[in-house]
């Protein structure tokens, strides 16, 4: 799609007027600031002119306009992102998803301590105070649930229901490497445990190569202190692998030469690939992208339409996002949202002339490795009939002629 | 400063303990979840234990610890972003500062509407929905106040206090460019107005090859609507420039060849650089960087520090930051994290050890362009003995032998 510099949009995007061109429409002079007049093909109701009103002081917390009021839907066990209601890159931290396996621990700062022992020569106690004057590091990254996937036989279902386990944050703590080096890891140890301190006591097995890589234990969020729903005051964070690995209220890290067989990546996590086959530590979330605009419940008009959505991968960069507007006959490149960063959710955009007739449309994502996300029959075929975990598919929107998006398994 | 891998800190870090070094501590064996036992050298209260008691299940919306209560500190005009107890490079969106010349107004976003006229081929009305029709585009980009410099003799200001009017957000919105493009603005127009819908109906004239390059018509923040105290429904962003030009509650522009010469570019928001010479349209911000960590009202201990602060510059990306910890005799280079995007806020930090002697700490910034942050004294010969806006003088900070760290000037 190229627009001309001195090019309107030829299918007029709608409701727009021009001025002075509704015949309805009361004619007044507006007197501005700058003691210019000029002429609007528009009513100004004094009574409902906010100028005329001296606004709100400044507060101390800023709030949310009574007119938007996104909101997170609840299970007992987890709360999912409005993705069809947000823009560009960032959750707030408020909206950020949720997944507990013993809900959210009150945890007082003060006596918050993290335990690192096992195969180490200093087995040590962190407290919070402690995590924050070891060197630091920020990262802009996404976290998803591995359990993220959600369809419905009716289309009525939003980008939130089919995966809002997804969510992005800039995590900013010390690196777990520090700490490795400040305990003295053994340079037997393979795996660590990392283990919360919420009622479930969680509890995970992590590679040692991911602890040094790029592991954090993060105690800020999005500019801010760690939200309590995300593990305040202290969180493993581990870029791009499955969400309930980066062990929330993080209190005990031990460091083994074997993984530990928790519960978690035993009886759970793990996802049956073929009729005898199960696949156990699948710690890294694959490529995906959504549209989230037009979504479920949206009702669209034909014209032009900017198709938008998020892209991720765990393996690394987002390569590239192709769009089809005719059921994945034909696909085009979308415009990615710069900056493109690792494990980083990232933004496309297709625009696109709608001529109103019955179609689907849908993203697939590639990432950097040259991964291709598949379509669901694919996905479940290669799985062996099984859904399960890491269920990334293709996910179409049915554009019906009256305007209604709905949404369609691949 | 280099850490070897296998190396801890050898000046350690106060208050860490070494697993059962602490003589006074209780010993005992705590279960976890795995089956696995360990002796912890910290006393385990099951009163008051989180993992005892089941937390508090998912929710519509997520809350701050009630241990962390970062507010701005409003005056009747504005009220700044709490810097020093913020970490990486993002504002929360409730923590952004706030600048008002009449008080938040209350858009009702179904009857918003921007009008843009003058200098053009076709006079235009567009409503919310018609600009998030458009095309769309998002950046990361700070915004600061022009009058955005505090000091204070006795030394008792914090980050806050001194630089506080800057914040940073990702803003989504159509490219103010599109617009243009739609109306058909006139080869000949050289400056637009851009005036707000609040009750001072703000008003400032830009030059247009602002508006075709980089400017915004932003309706999200960090990922959801822009909050009302940013503008909502939808605002003018203009990235590295002074905050007041981007006008929030936008609702009109008018195109033209000549600036409009309103109050706030003629009485306010020029500033004196000489005995007999006035600046007018100083749009960009200069260079800056603010020690956050450590910075008043907090005491530090002798031992390893890790120096923390913000630096950016409405020129384009941040070359480097240096640091000095004698006062300015020599200076260091610190880390910038990564990415070190343009017009945003980027993160430094630098790891020192302070032998607990009277010293002063600081930072300058020094953008692509080339330009260094000056010092206070420098600034002040520079423009003639005149404090004013753009005032973004080097911060230093006096570490006293007890810990306690005061403002200086420079």
């Known amino acids: ?14 409701r727009r007027k021009l001025l002075g061109g509704a015949a309805t429409a009361a004619v007044v002079l507006v007197q501005t600031a700058t003691g210019k007049a000029f002429q609007a093909g528009v009513s100004v109701a004094e009574l409902d002119d906010p100028t005329k009103i001296p606004g709100v002081l400044p507060g101390t917390v800023g709030t949310r306009s009574s007119f938007e009021q996104p909101v997170k839907k609840p299970s007992p066990t987890s709360s999912r992102t409005p993705l069809q209601d947000l823009y560009g890159t960032l959750t707030p931290s408020d909206l950020h998803y949720e997944r507990h396996h013993g809900g959210v621990p009150a945890i007082d700062p003060a006596k918050f301590e993290l335990v690192i022992h096992g195969m180490v020569e200093r087995p040590m106690v962190f407290t919070l105070a402690d995590l924050k004057r070891f060197p630091s590091v920020s990262r802009l990254a996404f976290l998803e649930c591995s359990g993220n996937y959600r369809g419905a036989n009716d289309g009525k279902i939003t980008p939130q229901d089919i995966c809002g386990l997804t969510s992005q944050s800039e995590w900013t703590g010390v690196a777990l490497s520090t700490l490795f080096r400040e305990v003295g890891v053994s340079e037997k140890a393979t795996w660590f445990l990392a283990e919360g301190g919420d009622a479930a006591v969680m509890t995970r097995s992590v590679p040692m190569s991911k602890g040094w890589k790029d592991a954090i234990i993060a105690y800020a969020q999005n500019g801010e202190a760690v939200r309590p729903e995300q593990g305040y005051p202290a969180r493993l964070f581990l870029p791009g692998w499955e969400g309930n690995t980066s062990i929330k209220w993080i209190r005990r890290i031990e460091i083994s030469d074997q993984p530990f067989m928790t519960r978690e990546e035993t009886s759970k996590y793990t996802e049956q690939v073929g009729p005898a086959k199960i696949r156990q530590f699948s710690f890294t979330m694959d490529a995906r992208s959504i549209i989230t605009y037009p979504s479920y419940p949206a009702r669209v008009e034909k014209g032009w ?82 859904m399960g975990y890491h269920f990334n598919p293709v996910t179409a929107w049915y554009l019906q002629s009256d305007g209604q998006v709905l949404f369609r398994s691949t």
Chains 1, 2 share one sequence.
Do not use: C
């Open 1 to 14: 799609m190229d627009i001309g510099k001195d090019k309107p949009l030829s299918g007029r995007i709608s």
């Open 305 to 386: 339409i900017e198709i938008r959505g998020i892209a991720w991968s765990g393996r690394g960069k987002i390569s590239r996002v192709e769009v089809s507007t005719d059921a994945g006959k034909s696909w085009h490149l979308a415009a990615l949202q710069e900056p493109v960063l690792d494990k980083s959710l990232t933004a496309f955009r297709y625009l696109w002339q709608w001529n109103g007739g019955p179609t689907e449309i849908m993203s697939r994502a590639v990432d950097e490795t040259g991964y291709v996300q598949p379509f669901y029959k694919q996905l479940l075929a290669a799985r062996g009939g099984n």
